[in-house]
């Protein structure tokens, strides 16, 4: 099925840096997410965006809805060891607000050097 | 948010056999899904299930291999029929609380040798 093109697919960073992320889309969608998943784990919501331009902060991370409705980013600040994991977009399309049809990037690694 | 627990969170099966996921959600939602997630790739929607109805599938996955079930608003199961190694992959079970977004369990890991 369709996918979101993500980038990077892996990151290795130190700790303290600041990582950046995105995704983009040929299509437009209304609602962007991104995900953590830890090894073991299901994915963990960690910002929902729902307005193109949209830019909203969660501790160190910031992600943004792209006036375009194509695209979409995520920044973690001052990064530490436990941001290590995999970062997923997800799209929501119109008319499936009511629905759990997501369409997922596929993942950025991110491992982090003490 | 809602807690979601799934279990079992892995097991190790063989061919052709057949393995049931229960997902059991501390409140009432409307809505549960089933996402796959084969190694190392993204997720993809298996199904909708439905309370009291049949689940809806999404293109390539049928009931005769994924059956489901939703007694209530609360619990719902996924059966992974006649396994083989290609179905070795993570099944989620998410539910959606609200307009912020889906929430998912913490998994289960099938293996199929």
């Known amino acids: 099925g369709q996918q979101l093109n993500q980038s990077p697919q892996s990151m290795f960073i130190q700790e303290g840096e600041d990582v950046s992320m995105n995704c983009t889309s040929s299509?437009?969608?209304?609602?962007w997410l991104w995900y953590k998943q830890d090894p073991g784990e299901g994915p963990v919501l960690l910002i929902a965006l729902y307005k193109a331009g949209e830019l909203t902060s969660n501790g160190r991370l910031t992600a943004q809805f792209g006036i375009t409705r194509k695209d979409s980013f995520l920044n973690i600040s001052a990064s530490i060891p436990s941001d290590v994991g995999i970062y997923f977009c997800a799209g929501q399309r119109d008319g499936s607000s009511n629905t759990g049809k997501l369409i997922f990037g596929q993942g950025t690694t991110l491992q982090v050097k003490p | 948010s809602a807690v979601i627990s799934q279990k079992p969170s892995r097991d190790i099966c063989q061919r052709g056999t057949s393995l049931t996921i229960q997902c059991q959600v501390d409140?009432?939602?409307?809505?549960m899904f089933w996402y796959r997630q084969q190694p190392g790739q993204s997720l993809t929607l298996i199904a909708t299930?439905?309370?009291?109805?049949?689940?809806?599938?999404e293109s390539g996955f049928v009931i005769d291999k994924f059956p489901i079930s939703r007694p209530n608003l609360t619990f719902s199961t996924l059966t992974v029929s006649n396994m083989s190694p290609e179905d070795s992959s993570i099944y989620l079970c998410s539910v959606r609380t609200g307009p912020s977004g889906l929430f998912f369990g913490s998994g289960t890991q099938l293996s199929v040798l």
């Open positions: 299930a439905n309370q009291g109805s049949e689940a809806t599938y």
């Open positions: 409140s009432q939602v409307t809505m």
């Open positions: 299509s437009i969608f209304n609602t």
